[in-house]
């Protein structure tokens, strides 16, 4: 899944230790129908529908986005994968409901792991479409 963040998303003052709002729900959830708010990235290691990590990463993640901003980077590309998406673990998710999802995620996860660079991303059809530089 694909998010964008900015400086407005980072919470300094979370119940959890600190946080980052994820911008969920993003252009691909709602074409789909989703609605809702404040899917966050947290520390704690412990959530009811968060991405909750451990503090010490937690810190590392939100000092790495916040002072990319201070440094003008207009915002953060967030990519949220289910797993490493190699060959073997596709593989082994064949018969998973959500297979044809992650096979746009497996694209762009492709194409960056590849370059290591922002993904030109569009949603088209409900889609992520990965457009060429």
Same mark, same amino acid.
């Given at each position: ?15 959890? +230790? ?5 911008? +969920? ?44 901003? =201070? ?12 797993? =490493? ?20 995620? =497996? ?27």
């Amino acid at each position: 899944m694909l998010f964008r963040s900015t400086q407005s998303q980072l919470n300094y003052n979370s119940v959890a +230790y600190l946080s980052l709002d994820t911008g +969920y729900p993003n252009a691909r959830d709602r074409a789909n129908g989703s609605t809702g708010s404040a899917l966050m990235i947290h520390g704690g290691c412990s959530s009811a529908g968060c991405f909750a990590i451990e503090d010490r990463p937690m810190q590392d993640l939100f000092a790495t986005v916040r002072d990319s901003l =201070k440094a003008g980077q207009r915002e953060i590309q967030l990519h949220i994968f289910p797993f =490493k998406m190699n060959s073997w673990n596709m593989a082994a998710h064949v018969n998973n409901p959500n297979y044809n999802f992650w096979l746009q995620l =497996k694209r762009g996860y492709d194409l960056f792991t590849w370059d290591r660079q922002d993904l030109d991303i569009v949603v088209a059809n409900g889609r992520y479409v990965y457009v060429a530089r």
